[in-house]
């Protein structure tokens, strides 16, 4: 198996745990926002549970569509899982700078920034191996 096709088969597994992860906020919002601690009342706000849901929604569909590029058009596909490789790059980032602005980074911060970055740069595998880039035209026209 090639480098090239063993960083699509990552990214994409990394775009199926994202997808994963977007589904169990999406069914379930209260039990994930209380693991994380932001949920500090026995019933959580109706609003937090819609904003814990609108980002399930927007994970599934972000990553089941860099999915589906990375396996039918693998340049468009890389260029989106970079796309995405960046918001988990920079939400380990985030949570770096909250760890070190707040003075305490506790368990689950910790564990969800390695995880952050780990799926960032998984993410980020198929760019850096797309081969040769047409910047001219295929005839050297343009």
């Not at 039990?31 to 601690?37: F, I, Y």
């Not at 058009?73 to 700078?97: D, E, H, K, S, T």
């Not at 689950?108 to 993410?123: D, E, H, P, S």
Request: hydrophobic share 55%; aromatic share 6%.
């Amino acid at each position: 198996m090639s480098s090239y096709v063993l960083s699509l088969l990552l990214a994409v597994i990394a775009c199926v745990i994202g997808g994963t992860l977007g589904g169990m906020i999406l069914a379930r919002p209260a039990t994930l926002l209380e693991a994380a601690g932001l949920s500090n009342d026995d019933t959580p706000k109706p609003s937090l549970l819609a904003e814990g849901r609108a980002l399930g929604g927007v994970l599934i569909a972000a990553h089941g569509v860099a999915a589906l590029y990375l396996g039918y058009q693998p340049r468009i596909g890389a260029a989106m899982a970079l796309a995405l490789a960046l918001a988990w790059l920079g939400a380990a980032v985030g949570r770096a700078v909250s760890a070190v602005l707040d003075g305490e980074a506790g368990r689950y911060n910790r564990g969800a920034m390695l995880f952050n970055a780990l799926i960032g740069v998984t993410l980020t595998l198929p760019w850096f191996q797309i081969g040769k880039v047409v910047l001219r035209g295929p005839l050297g026209l343009a």
